[in-house]
C-alpha cells in the first residue's frame, strides 16, 4: 500500500500538488471497483489524466461536478468521487450548461462520447461551444458506440467494420475539433491516451480557460472495434492512433471539416471572447434593477 495522499504531502512539507502527490485512489469511488471497462479501453486513460489535471490544478471535490451522458465514455462519470451528474443519452451538454449557469462557484467538467456528443447531443455541441460558458467538455473518440455493442458514430474512419456498417463505413466523418472551433468554442484541442502528460496538460489548460473548453480524446475501443477490424490489441491501437498524429509544430491550426487522414494534436485553436455566464449575469442584474426602479412610486 501506498501513503496515504497527507502523509506524502507532510514527508514533502507542502501543499503542492503534483504527480508525486497525485494518488488517483483518492478521487475514486472504490466502493464501485471492480470497475466495467473492457481490458484495454482507452476510456480509462483518459479518466486518469482528467482526475490527475483536477489534481495538479487543485480543485477541491466539493467544488467540481462532472456531468455525463450514457456511453462506456458517460459510465466513467460515475466513478469519480465528487458532485456527479449521470444525464440522459445526449444531453450532458444541456444539463451542464443549467448547472453552470446556476452555480458559478462550481468547475463544470462534461464526460462524453463521439456518439453522445456529436450524434444525439450534436445540437447541444454547437451551441454551447456559440455561448461559450465555463465548461470544459472532454470527448471520448473511440469511433463507435461501444456500449451499445458497436454501430457507426459520426467519427467512424471510412472503410471501418462496424454492425451498422458490415461492408465498411462509407460515410465522410466529422473532425470534432474543426466543428468545435467553427462553433466558436474558446479553446479546442485535441490528444491520444499514449500521450497521458500531455492530455493531462491539455485538459489542466481546457479546465483553468474561463470558457468553453473542448477536448477530443482519441481513445480505443479494442474488444469490439479493434476486434472486427482486426487492429490488434490495445498497445497496437494506441501506437497506431499516435502514428496517425501530425505533429503540433505544423500549425495551431484544426483540420478540414472531413478529414481524410492523419489528424493534430495539442491546443488547434483559441476563440479569446467574453465567457456567457458572466454577461448573463450582468445582463439578468441589470435587468432586475431595471424591474426595481419600475416598482419606485
Ligand atoms: C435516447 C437514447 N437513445 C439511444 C440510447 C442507446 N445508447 C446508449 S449508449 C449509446 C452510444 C454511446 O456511444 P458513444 O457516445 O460513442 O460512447 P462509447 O460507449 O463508445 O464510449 C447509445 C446509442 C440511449 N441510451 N438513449
Redesign the pocket.
Known sequence: MSQSLDAVREDRGTTERSVETFDIRDYLRLDLFPHFLCPGCG?GIALRALLWAVHELGIDKDGLAIVS??????RTGAYIDANTYHV???RPLAFATGLALARPDLKVIVI??????LA?GGNHLIHACRRNLDITCMM?N?E?????GG?A?PTTSNTRYTTTTPDGSIEPVFDACALAAAAGAGLVGREVTLQTPSLKNLLKEAIDYPGFGFVEVISD?TEIFGRKNDLGESPEMILSQKAGMRPETYGRVVDEPFRPTALRSGVLARNERPEYGATYRRHAAAVRAKAEARKQP
Open positions: 476510456h451522458g450514457i456511453g462506456c465514455s458517460g440522459t443519452h445526449g462524453t462520447g463521439d456518439g453522445d456528443c444525439i471520448l473511440n463507435v458506440y461501444g456500449m451499445t454501430q458514430s475501443c
